[in-house]
């Protein structure tokens, strides 16, 4: 009894001392690789703010959609205005269109939604209430419509109200539709209704799907449909790729890069996927995952997405690395309500607010533009010129590990491995880090082939030297005694003899049992801080060594505890010394691998793993069989009942893991109890 009262206290402890330390927000902020929001610099700052009061046509009302042509003519869809407001690259009004003649019949725009122009200067228009896409010319005059579509792709009831339009190098032209979960809608340059593109893959729960099957006809016709997400907007890059957004939560592909047929080739390479804020943001008055409403493509490969659910902008590189977040809801004049639309224009970027009804010019700071010269210099091939901001970038923000990261890829270019593999590390890549130590590994074996070869064939002999001396040691012997202290090893391999041994021989020893456990965390501390890199995942900022206590130790404690308490009920033969032993001795595979594991980590690549992960999966089958085999000398059960009791061993683990923490919890309560009386007493006193 004292013995599981200890066993719950330490737990209580360690359960507690393993408790989540809430952190506080940070306004511009950053991700590392770990998750965790570091402090950035800000990359924008507010240039200007238009509202349209100065222009003579009025100001803006509900704006939803935003395209910058090559000319830097912006195309504004102001659809609480019923029109379409086309400014000139200083944001004065140039061109307003509204109402226009259809054949000579006079024709006006309602609620357009979306608009965008093309290279030889038609503007297409989302006239969404109408259910309609209007053309017009450079100079505003109606060219034509493209009606409803009627086609037998469309399926009964379809609702087709264009919300976004976009006219590709190959002038098909793509339409977003309200409604429309098959994807975007494709029509040829004559207005022909084509099919669809790039639709979205279903999103179902599998406890859902099997309700479906087993349900009847007339059930499942009153469930939930499985159906595909919609897209909400989307914009071409210079390379005539597609960028769509979604507004799906918890997705890790808000935002996909379609190709002309509608695969997504979006690269996802950075530490997380390009879909805004990380999934840990579970408390606030904003809580849960990024929806994007919008995304901008931008030059060298990057883009922007907006996030409508807490205003931020995040821009990407080609690679999928998050570059900088700015940004956010609010009342400042650099904020946003109700943030609905985002375009490039060169190295600026505009956000339509619409229950604000403004435009919002953003520049680079500094800071943003020097990384927006280091991924451009990069992209086009000048690494000196790339490593040079990157390291400026470093001198304004240490925590920005995509700036190592680029500076290692330059290195990497000019065949610098050495150098490279440094930056990687810092930059938390063990792809390039795995690229950059095979060049690296190859130079050191042509320059040292003899002495590797040498000292290779030395270990060899050795090896051999060694197995011929023992075998002639124990040659003519009928019976090979095994002591006290080879006795953990010879029962690695004869596992039945070794715990019969171990028990009725008096071959086990407590402190030898203790000597096991001890190096067991001594050599799991080592393979937990100097592993490899490219097998090596564990936070060297959380990293502690007094934690191994609670991953190896505890569960050690509990095991032999729960297990004795357990066959005592059961007519189990071992008394607790007995288990204490076995359980220590069914971990020595483990001893015995991880220090060679450890040192066989760095030597790797990450495509070379395999071999390190398969030794992992050997250590824990093998010290899991040797625990079978221990519990079943040591009690005399048999293999059923050895099972049996070993699964009911981990149910009561839990159920004295669930006391602790409840004792724990009445402990604290009793406390704060204490520390209340007693701080009322002092104030009547």
């Not at 359980?583 to 690549?605: C, E, G, H, K, R």
Request: hydrophobic content about 40%.
């Amino acid at each position: 009894m004292k013995r599981i009262i200890a066993a719950l206290f330490i737990a209580s402890l360690m359960i507690s001392a393993a408790a989540p330390v809430a952190e506080a927000a940070i306004d511009t902020y950053q991700y590392s690789y770990w998750g965790d929001a570091v402090p950035s610099p800000n990359a924008y700052k507010m240039e200007q703010v238009i509202y349209g009061d100065e222009w003579s046509n009025g100001r803006l009302a509900s704006p939803m959609d935003m395209f910058v042509g090559k000319d830097e003519r912006i195309y504004i869809a102001d659809t609480g205005n019923n029109r379409i407001v086309i400014l000139n690259k200083e944001f004065e009004e140039e061109q307003v269109i509204a109402n226009f003649d259809n054949s000579g019949k006079q024709d006006a725009l309602s609620k357009p939604e979306g608009v965008f122009g093309t290279e030889d200067g038609l503007i297409y228009v989302a006239d969404t209430i109408n259910r309609r896409l209007v053309v017009f010319d450079t100079a505003g005059e109606f060219v034509r419509t493209i009606g409803e579509p009627k086609s037998t792709l469309l399926r009964p009831g379809f609702q087709y109200a264009p919300i976004k339009v976009a006219v590709d190098k190959a002038k098909r032209i793509l339409v977003v539709s309200r409604g429309s979960y098959e994807g975007m809608m494709e029509f040829d340059d004559e207005g022909q209704f084509i099919g669809f593109i790039g639709t979205n893959r279903v999103k179902f729960s599998p406890i859902d799907l099997f309700w479906k099957r087993i349900s009847t006809k007339a059930q499942r016709e009153q469930m939930e449909q499985f159906i595909p997400l919609e897209f909400n907007n989307l914009d071409l890059d210079e390379d005539g790729f597609i960028y769509t957004s979604t507004s799906e939560e918890n997705s890790n592909r808000p935002i996909k890069r379609l190709n002309p047929s509608g695969a997504d080739i979006l690269r996802s390479k950075g530490y997380f996927p390009p879909k805004g804020d990380i999934g840990t943001l579970k408390t606030g008055s904003n809580p849960g995952s990024s929806i994007f409403i919008d995304v901008a493509a931008d030059q060298a490969g990057m883009f922007s997405g907006l996030d409508s659910k807490r205003g931020r902008i995040f821009t990407y590189d080609k690679d999928g690395n998050l570059l900088y977040v700015f940004g956010g809801l609010g009342s400042k004049q650099d904020n946003f309500r109700t943030p609905s639309a985002i375009e490039i224009m060169d190295d600026r970027i505009l956000v339509l607010d619409k229950d604000n009804g403004r435009l919002t010019v953003f520049e680079p700071t500094r800071y943003g533009s020097l990384i927006r010269e280091a991924v451009t210099s990069l992209y086009h091939g000048k690494t000196d010129q790339s490593t040079a901001a990157w390291e400026k970038v470093l001198q304004l923000n240490g925590n920005v590990e995509v700036a190592y990261l680029g500076i290692g890829k330059s290195l990497l270019k000019k065949g610098e491995y050495h150098e490279a593999m440094s930056y990687f590390k810092l930059g938390s890549n063990r792809e390039y880090y795995s690229e950059a130590f095979k060049g690296y590994r190859k130079g050191i074996v042509l320059e040292h082939f003899g002495s590797i070869v040498l000292i290779i064939a030395l270990a060899v002999v050795f090896c051999l030297a060694m197995m011929k001396w023992n075998r002639r040691k124990v040659k003519g012997q009928h019976f090979q005694e095994f002591g006290i202290i080879k006795n953990p090893f010879y029962t690695m391999t004869h596992p039945f003899n070794g715990f019969w041994e171990m028990k009725y021989e008096q071959k086990g020893r407590l402190k030898l049992a203790f000597g096991i456990v001890f190096l067991l965390v001594i050599f799991t501390i080592i393979k937990r801080q100097y592993s490899g890199f490219v097998v090596n995942f564990n936070n060297p900022n959380q990293l502690n060594s007094l934690n191994e206590l609670t991953f190896i130790v505890l569960p050690f404690v509990l095991w032999c505890v729960a297990n004795w308490s357990l066959t005592t009920l059961m007519d189990g033969e071992g008394k607790f010394k007995e288990i204490v032993m076995a359980t220590a001795y069914a971990m020595m595979p483990l001893v015995i691998i991880y220090l060679p594991q450890t040192l066989y980590s760095n030597l790797i690549t990450g495509s070379e793993s395999s071999f390190y992960y398969l030794l992992d999966a050997v250590a824990l089958i093998w010290s899991a069989w040797l625990l079978f085999t221990g519990t079943m000398t040591v009690h005399q059960y048999s293999a059923g009942k050895t099972v049996v009791t070993m699964l009911l061993t981990l149910v009561v683990i839990g159920i004295i893991i669930f006391i602790g923490v409840l004792l724990f919890s009445m402990l604290q309560q009793m406390i704060s109890f204490a520390i209340s009386v007693y701080k009322e007493i002092s104030f009547r006193l």
